[in-house]
């Protein structure tokens, strides 16, 4: 395992930079291994309420595989990484919440699902 402290380099440039990350599923981790299409491994934290739909996600759009939490712990999961490394690089995804979220604004005001605020 690599401390990312002990490197003069940044988060972004060292996940951007990697084969494979191997994590617990975060946001950050998660959207930046998207966008750099960087491979990830992941044990489930079992107890986060948005991990299925987060997992999910990335398994859609980049290059994931899930391994088992005492894995994880162990360190025994060199099968895994290289398994992974035998499939290729998804393509980065682009950045587009804010579009998304603008667009379904814009659907539920123009259906006036939400009232206008009192002025």
Known sequence: ??????????????LASADVIVTKPGYRTFTEAAGNGTRVLY?????WPE???LSAWLGEVGCA???????????????AVA???????????SPSGIKQVTGLLKTL?????????DS
């Open 1 to 14: 395992m690599l401390d990312q402290h002990k490197l003069a380099m940044p988060f972004i440039d060292l």
């Open 43 to 47: 044990a489930s934290r079992g107890d």
């Open 51 to 53: 991990e299925p739909a």
């Open 65 to 79: 595989g899930e391994i088992p939490a005492n894995s994880f712990a162990s360190g025994n999961f060199g099968d």
């Open 83 to 93: 398994d992974m490394l035998s499939r290729p690089r998804s393509a980065p995804v």
């Open 109 to 117: 005001f123009e259906e006036d699902s939400i009232p206008a605020p």
